[in-house]
């Protein structure tokens, strides 16, 4: 329950920004693609964000961590942003507004880093 309440603070001060970009992160549990609860609520809460802006493109950035297999891992970050991308629009973004891209897979940024998607909206 802690590290649920830490991930939904996280995502909570991921979307706090002001100005036409804005970015939210989206994490995910170890090895999955799944969007849980809280992971579903900044998706929806990105989709209202963007219906603001109806003008500017929203990128979508899948991240995963390097675990040995990069094929698999650099699907994995594929199958997030798609998730996320999929979540968007079924909360009424337009697909043509969608940029999708996976990072390649890389434990630079941590166990939980690695484990993202970001949402950006007003990304050039």
Known sequence: MRRLSLIL??????GC???PSRKFVVFFTRDSSRLDDPARW???HAAQQAALY???SVSVEGYAAAHGDLSADALLAVDRAKKVADQL?????APSRIRQS???PS????AVGARRVEIEIGAS
């Open 9 to 14: 603070g996280l995502c909570l001060l991921a």
């Open 17 to 19: 920004t002001n100005g």
């Open 42 to 44: 900044v998706v929806t």
């Open 54 to 56: 109806p003008q500017a």
């Open 89 to 93: 629009v079924a909360d009424g973004v």
């Open 102 to 104: 996976p990072r390649p």
């Open 107 to 110: 434990n630079e940024d941590g």
